[in-house]
């Protein structure tokens, strides 16, 4: 079964500072890797994703992603975080059954990021 | 403006009540997702709909109700079965061959 992971409950980093959100990924076959963003009572937003190709992945706002297979994860990084970055980050994998793609997502608990001025 | 629309935005209900839910995107997308939202729980599948007339249970279904009578539209109603009701409620679309969803802004759903 595809699983998703991401161990840190909150993340805090001063402004300036470059950040990691941590997300690491159990799934069989190629994974299709998934960062979305929430701010207080708000929908999710699309960040960036990982299919195939070019392991670093470009995204919105100046996030970006290493893709690494041999340690199953993606995190997710900024050079330098700023106070607007605070929010809810959720990693995801999509999800496959025995008959191939069902165009599910799983999330992870999500990861608060704190940036301090 | 294309997007995801959900209403209304907050919502209060009282015990015995069944509530339904808007949810209506104009992207042309084949597949919607209802999610709720716990806090500490991360987003949890209600029920998803990969095409019109048609609709999968996800993994917290019981006491919810859905129907995909036209591509745009994916209502969800929570029944007075559901016994803890109160959460934040994500409506999601996908387009086809997409595994990329994009969600609505949410309904805040209070049981009073």
């Known amino acids: 079964a595809q699983s998703v992971a991401q161990p840190e409950d909150q993340v805090n980093v001063a402004e300036g500072n470059p950040l990691t959100v941590k997300c690491t990924y159990s799934v069989s076959g190629n994974p299709y890797l998934f960062w979305y963003v929430q701010y207080p009572n708000r929908g999710l937003q699309f960040l960036l994703k990982y299919i195939t190709g070019d392991n670093l992945v470009k995204g919105s706002y100046g996030f970006e992603a290493e893709f690494n297979k041999s340690q199953t994860s993606f995190h997710l990084k900024k050079p330098s975080a700023l106070v607007s970055d605070s929010a809810l980050y959720f990693c995801?994998?999509?999800?496959?059954?025995?008959?191939?793609?069902?165009?599910?997502?799983?999330f992870g608990q999500g990861t608060t990021l704190q940036v301090k001025p | 403006d294309g997007g995801i629309t959900q209403s209304p935005k907050y919502l209060f209900r009282k015990e015995g009540q069944n509530v339904t839910l808007s949810c209506e995107q104009n992207?042309?997308?084949?597949?919607m997702y209802w999610y709720r939202q716990d806090p500490g729980q991360g987003l949890r599948l209600i029920y998803y709909?990969?095409?019109?007339?048609?609709?999968q249970k996800g993994d917290i279904a019981e006491g919810y109700s859905v129907s995909r009578e036209k591509k745009e539209s994916f209502p969800l109603t929570v029944t007075s079965a559901q016994k803890n009701p109160t959460a934040f409620y994500l409506c999601?679309?996908?387009?086809?061959?997409?595994?990329?969803?994009?969600f609505g802004p949410g309904t805040r759903l209070t049981v009073l």
């Open positions: 995801a994998v999509r999800d496959l059954d025995g008959s191939g793609n069902t165009g599910k997502l799983i």
């Open positions: 999601a679309s996908s387009g086809t061959g997409s595994a990329t969803q994009y």
């Open positions: 709909s990969q095409i019109v007339n048609d609709f």
């Open positions: 992207l042309n997308h084949d597949a």
